[in-house]
């Protein structure tokens, strides 16, 4: 669920999960006896918390993660660059009618689709510290993610 940054207690409330996360590591979790909803703003028991609900679970960490993982993804893929400013105009250039770009972070890319086309979005960012442009896409499937990733890092390392 899709809330503002400060509000994981709604998906608490409206999803009924037990537990759920802010980017800025709080986590909520509901108490297995009183009901109560508690938080945690440190990054340390943020973790507990996860560990903690990961103890309740039979199956392995991986079977459970891959439930929640309804896209292909390619992870993380770092390319060298000499001028990390053009590869990325490269890029941004190839797909400026193909998607809406946001850069926030970088630069995100996601597809515009037409009826029955997987969804896909990739996201490209340099290094703070490195020559580097860092690239993760993801797809509504493997053959469309692989597409996108080799075409993107086809421009990247052009």
């Not at 909803?37 to 459970?64: C, P, T, W, Y």
């Not at 797909?95 to 597809?111: V, W």
Request: glycine share 8%; aromatic share 6%; no cysteine.
């Amino acid at each position: 669920m899709h809330t503002r940054f400060d509000q994981p207690v709604v998906g608490v409330q409206q999803l009924g999960t037990r537990i759920a996360a802010d980017l800025a590591e709080l986590v909520v979790r509901i108490d297995d006896v009183t009901s109560q909803i508690g938080r945690a703003d440190n990054g340390m028991l943020a973790a507990m918390h996860v560990l903690a609900e990961f103890g309740h679970q039979s199956k392995s960490l991986s079977a459970f993660a891959a439930e929640f993982m309804p896209y292909a993804s390619s992870g993380e893929i770092n390319s060298t660059v000499s001028d990390v400013k053009a590869a990325t105009q490269r890029v941004r250039d190839a797909f400026a009618s193909r998607g809406l770009e946001d850069s926030l972070d970088g630069m995100t890319i996601t597809g515009t689709t037409a009826e029955g086309e997987a969804f896909w979005w990739f996201s490209v960012r340099p290094s703070n510290t490195e020559p580097l442009l860092r690239l993760n896409v993801e797809a509504g499937d493997e053959t469309t993610m692989v597409a996108v990733r080799d075409e993107v890092l086809g421009l990247i390392r052009l």
